[in-house]
């Protein structure tokens, strides 16, 4: 295989723009992005290229980035390994002196990776990539025969799903999924017949109806309300799948990927930002955007002109991806250092298989945008104008009931703030990503895996108990009034903190009111508490340079100009910890502590503006 060196990959255009968090910075905004099959064809195509000649060149040996990729435990390696050769081998023409040696270095690396652990999504991609290579015809070329009976008898879905019940092992219901996608692509390859895909097919859509609900968007647990990222993903991924596999949709398949595309378009932007909360977003908040939008331009779900838009936005998404997210330094992506930050499943053990994953999903999407005849098409200029034709407020609902779950967008210009209240369920219920506190790409941000009590009241008792009102929102009302969006709602239990699934601690409740309007947001909450406690409150924000004035805190740089809190002591400090204060784009400058001791209640207030 050829060596691309990093300098040729720099005069390519890969990540020709430093990474280096800064306050500011949030990644360029795009008013005329290069058409996406330019960007990935001249920047996303060659990184790949350089990091698989590099890993088939020193095999075993290889580093990225100072991790030993093959020593790092990421159980989806060898099938993203795969995935990313059978593209680099599939778009190279035969005639080309590198196709013989990129041929040799994919059964090289198949032989290398055989007995390695590839679990579920690995398996996905790596029999995804045989199929790739079988239509290509090259795929007896690139694979040898005793290498290709082991992989039939390693790829497959039973790995991980028990027959004849059909019932997962260890793992979350979206996997079924996955599992049909293997299933259905055993079919394509001749290695089995098409009743397992069809049962699995038949399971994952129930287990869509089972947990999406009347709203259409799938709980990410067994019904305990966490509606996340994925729960608008995933339909977006079920759609793809029946793209790649040649199999038609039912209705409901359209319909449940409409309400995705009806939470997404006004959440459209100039920088080509995604989702603002949940877990493993970042540039996978945006690739989220990407993976579902096309997959309804493909399956005809989007107007002409949502068409038009949708390929704006994926264009603006290519873009970003290399200029923000990629490193010149290490020629891979950066969801790890300069500030940044990410939750443990996508550590930098799987920096290689990350780059990978990422890299499939916008050869894929572009993929389908070129079938759809918008080969190097030079994305809608009007584009900008368009969005300013979208609504300042709207209100997405995902469960009602008992307890209510309803993300609320709201645009100010620019600006994109989320404010979900979609907190349930163990893992994530204590983590800030998942708090009911507004979100905005690049300006308000949660913290992987952290705690802290972010932008809402954490209650210490004399015993020790510590509670925040999280998960139990009831009575959820959403008023849009001129250009005002008040959302009220109580919660008369709060969640105890420390443990893995929430569990309802009644000796709290509160009133709480937000108001988003234009330049800024705020919250109010009446609590009531038995006995005497200590209430912490916690802001960290990429805006510096603060300065006290009375009970208002102002920024001198930043999109954050002014904070200010009633019903506590709050104090700025650019002195804390690096590691625990980190945004998902780059790490946060300031903070703000808030403290208040009170007995049987108290009464909080905070207001965040922001610069005009």
């Known amino acids: 295989m050829r060596r691309i060196s990093t300098l040729a990959a720099l005069i390519l255009g890969v990540a020709a723009l430093p990474v280096v968090a800064t306050a500011q910075e949030r990644g360029a905004i795009y008013r005329t992005p290069p058409p996406m099959n330019r960007t990935v064809e001249d920047r996303v195509r060659p990184q790949v290229e350089m990091l698989l000649e590099a890993l088939a060149a020193e095999g075993r040996d290889y580093r990225l980035d100072g991790v030993e990729v093959f020593e790092a435990q990421d159980k989806f390696l060898p099938g993203k390994i795969a995935s990313g050769m059978a593209h680099v081998l599939v778009a190279t023409s035969r005639d080309d002196p590198a196709f013989a040696e990129r041929q040799a270095a994919f059964r ?39 290498t290709l009976a082991r992989l039939r008898e390693r790829l497959d879905w039973r790995a991980f799903v028990r027959e004849p019940e059909l019932t997962l092992i260890d793992l979350p219901n979206n996997y079924y999924g996955v599992a049909f996608s293997i299933a259905r692509l055993r079919f394509l390859l001749g290695w089995e017949d098409a009743s397992a895909s069809e049962a699995l097919l038949a399971k994952t859509l129930q287990h869509f109806r089972d947990y999406s609900g009347e709203y259409g968007f799938a709980d990410e647990t067994s019904g305990e309300g966490r509606f996340d990222r994925y729960s608008v993903l995933l339909i977006g991924e079920i759609a793809q799948r ?37 877990r493993s977003i970042g540039v996978y908040g945006e690739t989220a955007f990407l993976e579902v939008l096309t997959a309804a331009a493909a399956l005809d779900v989007l107007t002409d002109e949502e068409k038009a838009m949708a390929y704006a936005f994926s264009s603006r998404v290519a873009a970003r991806y290399v200029d923000f997210w990629l490193d010149s330094g290490t020629g891979s992506v950066n969801l790890w250092d300069h500030g940044r930050k990410t939750d443990a499943y996508r550590g930098k053990h799987r920096i290689l298989g990350e780059n990978l994953s990422l890299s499939h999903q916008l050869i894929y999407t572009n993929a389908i945008w070129n079938r759809l005849g918008l080969t190097d098409a030079t994305p809608d200029t009007g584009f900008e104008a368009w969005l300013g034709t979208q609504p300042r407020s709207m209100t997405t609902w995902f469960a009602r009931g008992e307890h209510d779950r309803v993300v609320v967008t709201y645009r100010d210009g620019e600006r994109v703030i989320g404010l979900p209240l979609i907190n349930g369920g163990p893992t994530q219920h204590m983590n800030t990503p998942y708090f009911p506190i507004p979100y905005s790409p690049g300006v308000l941000s949660g913290a992987a895996d952290e705690t802290f009590p972010q932008l809402v009241p954490r209650l210490t008792f004399a015993d020790g108990a510590v509670l925040q009102p999280l998960s139990y929102f009831k009575d959820v009302e959403i008023d849009e009034t001129g250009d005002r969006t008040i959302v009220s709602y109580r919660q008369d239990e709060w969640d105890r903190m420390g443990e893995t699934a929430p569990r309802p601690d009644g000796r709290a409740q509160v009133q709480t009111r937000y108001v988003l309007e ?20 916690e802001f960290p924000t990429f805006s510096r340079g603060a300065t006290v004035d009375g009970d208002v805190i102002r920024f001198a740089q930043g999109e954050v100009s002014a904070f200010r809190a009633t019903g506590m002591a709050c104090a700025p400090t650019e002195d804390f910890d690096a590691a625990t204060y980190a945004g998902t784009t780059g790490a946060f400058r300031t903070l703000i502590r808030c403290r208040a001791e009170a007995t049987g209640g108290a009464e909080l207030s905070w207001r965040i503006e922001f610069s005009r």
């Open 518 to 537: 234009p330049g800024a947001v705020s919250r109010s909450d009446r609590i009531a508490f038995e006995g005497a406690a200590v209430i912490d409150l």
């Open 108 to 146: 090289r690396l198949s032989d290398l990776t055989l007995e390695d652990v590839n679990d579920s999504w690995g398996i996905y991609y790596y029999i995804s990539a045989l199929h790739e290579l079988e239509r290509a015809g090259l795929l007896d070329e690139a694979v040898s025969p005793e």
């Open 242 to 278: 029946f793209i790649e596999t040649g199999v038609e949709p039912p209705p409901e398949v359209r319909e449940w990927l409409r309400k995705s595309v009806d939470l997404m378009l006004p959440r459209l932007n100039m920088r080509g930002e995604g989702f603002e909360y949940g």
